[in-house]
């Protein structure tokens, strides 16, 4: 998209999550734990035209870098972001969001009996498979719509 075309102003230091799929950011900001109430800027666009992928969303985290550890979580619902590391407005670094082997804390369990939805709770850990990720407790597996199964409250 040419700079005319921006719909969000560049960032001076921070993170730029580019190419998420269209409707996703808010889930995907919600996996980093970011709701506003660090003070510092989040800038999102939803749903903008992408030549690679239809539709995108993009989200600017300013002030913070993200680790690979937490971009590679996002690859659940993200399998195509890149990340773009910005530094006194120049993007420094670009990695691509990879499959972690395991997920911490990060997703609810849809099994009821599982251990990690008991009362004293244990913290939940999703192995990642091919084409969906298995509870590393019960067993229970999610193939489709991860995103519904954010464990974020
Ligand atoms: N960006 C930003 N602030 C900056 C620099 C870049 O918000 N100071 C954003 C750009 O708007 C873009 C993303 O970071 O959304 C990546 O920037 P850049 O690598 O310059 O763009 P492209 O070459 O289009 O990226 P790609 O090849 O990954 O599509
Ligand atoms: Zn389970």
Known sequence: MSDHELRV???RDGTVLDHLP???ALNVLAMLDIDGSEGTGVSVAMNVPSERLGTKDVVKVEERELSQAEVDVLSLIAPRATVNIVR???VREKKQAERPE???GVLACPNSSCITNAEEPV???FDV???GVRCGYCEEIIREGIADHLDVA
């Open 9 to 11: 102003s560049k960032i």
């Open 22 to 24: 269209g409707g996703s």
């Open 88 to 90: 006194e407005y120049a």
């Open 102 to 104: 395991s997920v911490r």
């Open 123 to 125: 913290q939940t850990r």
């Open 129 to 131: 498979l091919e084409d």
